[in-house]
């Protein structure tokens, strides 16, 4: 499965944490706060997911601070409109490549 991360951060720190985690876990930044987890496996995004819990009982949220994980499913990724210079659908093909014997 694949997941759009997306978040707003008011903590630069905080923030800047963020990214680097999610680049650690093999996310892709496409915008300033939005990555993509291609082809993610369940256990993968558990671990993410929990990397996330620590890093924001370190840090902790601010009531204007969000982050949200949204599930995209392969057959959906076709679907996706880019307008602008930022493409990112190569990115989660190249992932779909499965061979089956």
């Not at 997941?3 to 903590?11: G, K, M, P, S, T």
């Not at 599930?71 to 602008?84: A, C, N, Q, S, Y």
């Amino acid at each position: 499965m694949h997941y759009a991360i997306c978040y707003d951060l008011e903590n630069d720190r905080l923030r800047d944490r963020t990214a680097k985690l999610l680049a650690s876990h093999g996310c892709e930044r496409i915008q300033k706060s939005v990555f993509v987890a291609a082809a993610m496996e369940k256990k993968h995004i558990m671990l993410l997911r929990g990397s996330l819990r620590r890093l924001f009982a370190r840090y902790p949220l601010s009531p204007a601070d969000s982050l949200i994980l949204i599930p995209l499913r392969d057959e959906h990724v076709t679907d996706i409109e880019v307008f602008g210079n930022n493409n990112i659908l190569p990115v989660l093909q190249e992932k779909l490549l499965k061979i089956v014997l």
